[in-house]
């Protein structure tokens, strides 16, 4: 109940803040001139600066966000040869890559794993965990750090965030429509809008945000080829399906990344209940077996 409270009073914190700004900016609100019609112009306005408000400031956040809910702890100065080497190994593949050196981090993590954020290709942080340096070897670990700088020089989190800019878009305008036609035609509503506007409108935004998320997902998929690929180029196809082939050993244990930091990690965690029952289409990763025969195929 808290969190539904919380999400509810979330929502419509929202949509005060939004009508605030829209005012400000010189919009009197989302409905036409005769109090009855959507100003569909408007409103698009409004879901638009929301909607791409949102997933910038997620990613102008990302690695301050990162850095403290995974607890890294930044390499600045090596401690000891294995940081020397880490530093010294992203240096070489952010050079070949064209990118700017990249924050070098280890988080605290018994799985093998690994994540690059950043709102920037030349501002990102690459970040592995303690369980990768483990159970991994050098050659392993390099291509795992290429995989990572082929996120960071294909400009996947800018890609990523533009798309999620508008779905959120979409998401955010349909979900109004949807309850202007509830409140105006089911209910019979002719001034002003009801509760069961601002109930359709929540419904339908969890509705369309579920459904809007295989969109998302379908490019996290692609992205993760080429990432993959990108890997390969510049730390050898062998060493890249090792690598591949050492997480199927660990697949099914539970990720303690969570979703933010998963969606440019080295793998997914466990595939939870939703996704079982509803397939391949909401998975951010594709299967290891895929991956590895993608780079078999090359």
Known sequence: MLRIGLFLLTNFAILALAGTVLNLIGFNGIMAENGVDLNLNALLIFCGIFGFAGSFISLLMSKWMAKRSMHVQVIDNPRNETEQWLVNTVADLARDANVGMPEVGIFPSPQSNAFATGWNKNKSLVAVSQGLLQRMNRDEVRAVLAHEIGHVANGDMITLTLIQGVVNTFVLFFSRVIGHFVDRVILKNERGYGIGYFISVMVAQIILTILASIVVMWF?????????????ELAGTGAMISALEKLKVEYDMPSDMGETFTAFGLKNGRTGSFQEKFGSLFLSHP????????????
Do not use: C, T
């Open 220 to 232: 996290s998929r692609r992205r993760e080829f080429r990432a993959d690929e990108a890997g390969a």
């Open 287 to 298: 299967p290891l077996d895929q991956r590895i025969e993608a780079l078999r195929n090359r």
